[in-house]
């Protein structure tokens, strides 16, 4: 296969930025639609599931947050490692070892934490079983 290669030092700078942005854009509007579909989905099963979704939201946004930002950044460092002739490959293999942990450690604290946050955040009856019921998955 052959290796093609972009200067982006040439042509025009709105070209470059959206030939870099419009994949991670449509990335990150896909993570975020998920929300406005278990909304539609869970609204027709009732109050108390789309309640439970109401209140996960935020904490699965706040998660999504941090991959976007991981992401971004091992982004930025093999391309650096790209641009000066390095070898991207150990970084590479940093960052996604950095995410997998970032997740163990994320997930570990979610199953352990989320009654009491979600209690915190206001969730009783109903809508605290909905959330126990849906957060595993």
């Known amino acids: 296969m052959a290796k093609t290669t972009h200067d982006l030092t040439k ?20 993570t975020l639609s998920v929300g406005l579909a ?21 904490v699965t946004a706040a998660v999504t947050s941090l991959s ?20 991207p490959n150990r970084i590479g293999l940093h960052a996604v070892g950095l995410g997998v942990a970032l997740s163990v450690v994320m997930a570990a604290m979610m199953f352990l934490t989320y009654p009491w946050l979600f209690g915190l955040l206001g969730a009783r009856g109903d809508t605290a ?4 019921a849906f957060l595993p998955w």
Do not use: K
Not at 73 to 85: E, K, L, M, R
């Open 11 to 30: 042509g025009p700078v709105w070209r470059a930025l959206v030939r870099l942005s419009a994949p991670m854009t449509l990335g990150i509007l896909a």
């Open 38 to 58: 278990d909304a539609y989905f869970l609204g027709r099963l009732g109050g108390a599931p789309l309640a439970a979704v109401g209140y996960i939201y935020p």
């Open 68 to 87: 976007i930002g991981l992401s971004a950044g091992a982004n930025a460092t093999v391309s650096q490692a790209i641009g000066q002739d390095r070898n």
């Open 129 to 132: 079983q909905e959330i126990a």
